[in-house]
């Protein structure tokens, strides 16, 4: 090969490097922003939720949000019977399979053995028994749910100081025609240095796939129960 081909074909490589290289970090910069905001409002990421004060200084805080035709009195139940082998979170059925592989499937149905009236210090199990759970923080029926957990680390890496604190605020909100605007905030707060970094690139963009999907599920089974 002469020494032009070769000067050309370098260039070519370098740039399809460069394009690719855009491309990844384009894609990886929508899912961050689709992580921390899909689907609500500016003015419902200014609004102060209850559960705020829990993790003052948070490494990251997303706001998803969804429009159920249905109102909050028929979406609350739902909620009440999420957890580990109870009525999971209502992910699409590819995630659960892929990312939690030993939990149940998500229940299309309520059970009337798993929906519970909340009080504050309840317990949401979300992995096998004594590892992650959540802790009911604030509860008000049928608007109001602020679950808190500091467990969602592995045991070996808290040997190494590492440690997640955060919470999750579900807020249901009455709008015209019976519907229910569901608002689903998220503020964590991870350390060490190393683990608040892998929390903001890696925990942040998945909340694109993880709480949309929720979301999604719950309209789903809330206005098909309707």
């Known amino acids: 090969m002469s020494h032009e081909r070769r000067k050309e074909s370098f260039v070519t490589m370098s740039r399809s490097l460069r394009c690719a290289a855009w491309l990844v970090l384009a894609s990886y910069t929508s899912l961050q922003i689709l992580g921390r905001a899909a689907g609500s409002t500016r003015r419902e990421r200014r609004t102060e939720l209850p559960g705020d004060q829990v993790v003052p200084q948070p490494n990251a805080i997303t706001n998803h949000a969804i429009t159920i035709a249905a109102p909050p009195e028929a979406i609350w139940p739902w909620l009440t019977q999420m957890g580990w082998h109870r009525g999971g979170y ?10 939690f592989p030993a939990n149940w499937p998500s229940l299309d149905v309520l059970d009337q053995d798993l929906t519970r009236e909340f009080v504050p210090g309840d317990t949401i199990p979300d ?5 992650a759970h959540f802790v009911v923080h604030d509860v008000r029926a049928p608007d109001t749910l602020v679950l808190h957990s500091t467990t969602h680390v592995p045991r070996a890496w808290q ?23 569901l608002h689903l905030r998220v503020r964590g707060r991870a350390a060490p240095w190393w683990l608040a970094i ?14 949309t999907g929720m979301l999604r599920g719950l309209k789903r089974r809330a206005e098909r129960r309707r």
């Open 90 to 99: 209502y992910t699409p059925r590819w995630v659960d399979r892929f990312l």
């Open 198 to 211: 892998a929390y903001v690139t890696g925990i942040v963009p998945a909340d694109a796939v993880m709480a």
């Open 127 to 131: 992995g096998p028994p004594g590892t």
């Open 159 to 181: 040997n190494h100081g590492a440690r997640v604190d955060w919470t999750w605020t579900f807020r249901l909100t009455s709008v015209a025609g019976g519907a229910t605007r």
